[in-house]
């Protein structure tokens, strides 16, 4: 079974908090979102394998390590996703980024999937779907399973806020993936918000209402 991993760290916590915060307005979202992104990618990819190599310095040989197999693919769903991209590729920018559009029917709240754009080989990358809410589940269960028809072994899951009840439809739909948190919410309301969450993430990321 995948796990759920809540990332406590401070900084993390603190930007989030800043995040939640309904008077910060766009451009200090975009831009904490982007940092919670980055800090949450530099925590999970503490487990990506290395190795060897020698490098030559200015004054000799190093014996060294350098990341193994293919870079990595980063995968947003859209639009809220697309926020946390530039702060993973500041680390990482070498990362395939991939594509998948998805909207929630405010009527079902279910799923729509209107693109999908994806890197070649995912069978050999590490994959991380990222999106900002882990609301209802549907989204991330759909854009885990776009990515595992497209060859994606074992993706990993990065959201900020979550609620107890996506989590149990990632883990009853896609048992093998590990799902990285900044927190876990209480619950969601009746019009699949989390409360408190932070609102629209993608509304607050693009200025849009
Ligand atoms: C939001 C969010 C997730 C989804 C989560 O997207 O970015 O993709 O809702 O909800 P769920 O867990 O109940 O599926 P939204 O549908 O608002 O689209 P947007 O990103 O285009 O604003
Ligand atoms: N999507 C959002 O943007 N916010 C929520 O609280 C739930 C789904």
Do not use: W
């Not at 995948?2 to 910060?24: A, E, F, S, W």
């Not at 982007?34 to 000799?60: C, K, N, S, W």
């Not at 995912?122 to 990515?147: H, I």
């Amino acid at each position: 079974m995948g796990q759920v991993h809540v990332l406590d760290h401070p900084l993390i916590q603190h930007k989030l908090t800043l995040i939640r915060d309904k008077n910060t307005g766009t451009k200090e979202f975009r831009a904490l979102v982007q940092e919670v992104a980055m800090l949450m990618v530099y925590e999970i990819t503490r487990d990506l394998p290395l190795q060897e190599v020698t490098v030559e310095t200015p004054v000799g040989v190093a014996s060294a390590k350098v990341i193994a197999g293919k870079t990595l693919a980063i995968v947003p769903v859209l639009r809220a996703g697309l926020g946390m991209v530039e702060g993973i590729l500041n680390l990482i920018p070498g990362a395939k980024v991939g594509h998948i559009g998805l909207y929630r029917d405010p009527e079902t709240l279910m799923p729509v999937e209107y693109y999908c754009k994806l890197p070649a080989h995912l069978e050999e990358r590490d994959v991380y779907v990222v999106d900002p809410m882990l609301a209802t589940g549907g989204s991330a269960v759909a854009a885990l399973r776009a990515v595992k028809e497209r060859g994606a072994q074992r993706p990993k899951l990065m959201c900020l806020v979550g609620v107890p009840e996506g989590i149990r439809a990632v883990q009853e739909h896609h048992p093998d993936v590990d799902i990285y948190l900044a927190a876990v919410d209480d619950h969601l309301n009746d019009h699949g918000y989390i409360v408190p969450g932070l609102g629209d993430a993608g509304d607050r990321l693009f200025g849009t209402k």
